[in-house]
């Protein structure tokens, strides 16, 4: 399939996804497809949204249909999806400035990663190394400042490599977005592991921040370079998401890459959001130890490690209140949240080994010695607690019934077979196509693997089918009890905006499908406007193209800052000379003064 000559599909019958990399789409809905693979799904763009579909549920539109025009226009533009569309023998012109906007959106990422790798492998190599020969903080120490940012960089660079070769290969065979897809799995877990450690090795940093300014000052470097080189891979995560939407503005809609590229977006957003929640969740679990107040409810050897620190409304029978709730190896804490942030009252603790837990609607079920709920208004926090339970000691995690599972086909459906215009890429279905959705999707450097039921529902009698969150959906704000400020019940706000997890890995439940309406490619080589300008002293009107416009306002708005910086610096310059002529003057009105008065004594 070629940008130039899309494959388009027209919907049979209308479908809503169960699974949040699938696309929903109606009856007669024109679906440009990305990609065909044997086994019953295809991969296709409606309305900007890329997503998977069954591919019995569409037919493939022959060139003689695929454009309609007008019969009351004779010469009105041909429309699919409603919308204005170009006929692919005048498409030449468009497709080059894509592809021209493409290759400066990839520039410019070779660029910034290349300078972002240099800057952390700097840090190592005349910070990091020369503070483990030093031998100013132990072994342990030193692993807890460092962690695992040696193994980010070296998958980063793999990443980049992979990126750079595939940019030699023509623009239509590129598969960028799968390239960014492959490492993003491990990639989040070693930045979550990272983040998790941030906050200690902040402690580190303060506890010898004089050695080590004085080791860098030997050095000829800063503390500032330290902390900044050691905050660097959390901060460069916001690149890649920008990066891959700039990418996804020049793919048209039938792009193969196009599904990964938007994949590859929400799981990078999602990665800084988890990593953002990380060191909340850390720096959180510190303050709370801080308080010493802990060691009078429970000995370390008694509590073990702290897991998981939040609040909560706990529901025992007809009562319902707010507690704080501080998960331990060995131990339950619950505790009440007074108004003071620095103090909490003790209410009862829990040994793990006598709970069994259960995931239900809106919460946590605990059983056991003492039975409650764990009611919590999202998902994120039900799915963090989980995870932290599951790494107690003697907790019994029960099987939810919460999760819903899609259902089975009425009947067996005959699949059409994929009429393909393209070589397909190396991508392929597992052949066991009755797996359950629980399987895991696996990420290869070389191939990646979709586990989807392919057994359809059949569209007679279509049911409506309720779209459930899964375990793994991130909302807009997640709740995290606050130390450092009010320690009321309150929503830590997050941008979580993916819920891709894992490579969409236990898709044990439905999630809605998000759908997003991309902005409108501007193309701005050919977009023009009327700028005014001053020349001779006259002011005059002329057009530009918006891309000389905005290098104009850029050229100007450089000027300004160094004109305002200039000011700024006389200003100071100014206010200093003021503040020495008033001493001066002052220093001469008081020697005037003494003088005077004892010239008088005299007479």
């Not at 005349?126 to 031998?135: A, D, F, L, T, V």
């Not at 991130?474 to 009321?488: A, D, G, Y």
């Amino acid at each position: 399939m070629t940008n130039s000559n899309p494959i388009v599909a027209r919907a049979k019958f209308a479908f809503t996804g169960k699974n949040n990399d699938e696309l929903n789409f109606v009856k007669n809905d024109m679906i440009y497809i990305t990609q065909q693979l044997d086994g019953g799904w295809w991969e296709g763009t409606l309305n900007n949204v890329t997503g998977w579909f069954p591919s019995n549920y569409v037919e493939i539109v022959v060139e003689k249909d695929k454009l309609v025009r007008s019969r009351s226009v004779p010469n009105a533009a041909p429309m699919v999806n409603n919308m204005k569309c170009i006929s692919p023998d005048f498409m030449g012109e468009p497709q080059i400035t894509n592809t021209h906007f493409r290759k400066e959106v990839l520039a410019g990422f070779q660029t910034s990663e290349t300078i972002y790798l240099k800057q952390v492998q700097e840090t190592l190599d005349s910070i990091i190394r020369p503070i483990k020969k030093s031998q100013i903080m132990n072994e342990d120490d030193f692993k807890i400042l460092t962690c695992n940012m040696e193994d980010i960089l070296e998958l980063q660079k793999e990443m980049f490599a992979e990126i750079e070769s595939n940019m030699k290969v023509p623009v239509p065979d590129q598969r960028i977005g799968r390239i960014f897809l492959a490492p993003a799995s491990e990639l989040k877990s070693l930045m979550l592991t990272y983040c998790w450690n941030h906050p200690k090795a902040v402690e580190i940093l303060t506890e010898k921040k004089t050695a080590l300014t004085e080791l860098l000052t030997s050095l000829g470097k800063e503390m500032k370079d330290l902390v900044t080189g050691l905050s660097e891979p959390f901060r460069h995560l916001d690149k890649y998401p920008i990066v891959l939407q700039e990418l996804e503005r020049s793919l048209s809609e039938s792009d193969a890459d196009r599904g990964d590229i938007q994949r590859s977006c929400l799981f990078y957003k999602e990665i800084k959001a988890l990593c953002e929640a990380a060191r909340k969740q850390k720096e959180t679990q510190l303050e709370f130890l801080y308080t010493r107040q802990v060691e009078q409810w429970a000995s370390f050897e008694e509590r073990g490690k702290i897991l998981y620190i939040g609040a909560g409304t706990v529901s025992e029978g007809e009562k319902k209140n707010d507690r704080c709730l501080a998960l331990f190896s060995n131990l339950l804490l619950i505790l009440e949240i007074t108004k003071d942030p620095n103090i909490f009252n003790f209410v009862t603790k829990i040994e793990t080994g006598d709970l069994s837990v259960k995931r239900v609607e809106g919460g946590i079920s605990f059983n056991g010695k003492e039975s409650f709920q764990l009611l919590l208004t999202q998902s994120f926090d039900i799915s963090r607690w989980m995870e932290a339970l599951e790494k107690t000691n003697g907790v019994i995690i029960e099987e939810s019934q919460v999760s819903s599972r899609p259902q089975s086909p009425r009947k067996s459906t005959s699949f059409i077979q994929p009429i393909s215009q393209r070589h397909s890429p190396d991508v392929s279905i597992s052949s066991n196509h009755r797996r359950s959705l629980d399987k895991k999707l696996s990420f290869g450097k070389g191939d990646l693997k979709f586990n989807h039921e392919l057994g359809m529902i059949i569209p007679e009698g279509l049911e409506t089918t309720e779209i459930v969150e899964n375990e793994y959906d991130f909302p807009p704000e997640m709740s995290i009890l606050p130390f450092s400020m009010n320690r009321q019940m309150s929503n830590q706000r997050a941008s979580l905006n993916g819920d891709y997890l894992e490579g969409f890995s236990k898709l044990e439940v439905l999630a809605p499908p998000v759908k997003e309406t991309k902005p409108q490619l501007i193309v701005a080589e050919q977009e023009k406007i009327l700028v005014e300008e001053v020349e001779g002293g006259e002011v005059v009107w002329k057009e530009k193209s918006l891309i000389d416009t905005v290098y104009s306002l850029r050229d100007q708005v450089s000027d300004l800052r160094r004109d305002v910086t200039i000011l700024q610096e006389a200003l100071v310059k100014e206010q200093q000379a003021r503040r020495r002529l008033e001493e001066h003057a002052l220093r001469q009105s008081t020697e005037m003064l003494n003088s005077s008065i004892k010239n008088h004594n005299n007479y």
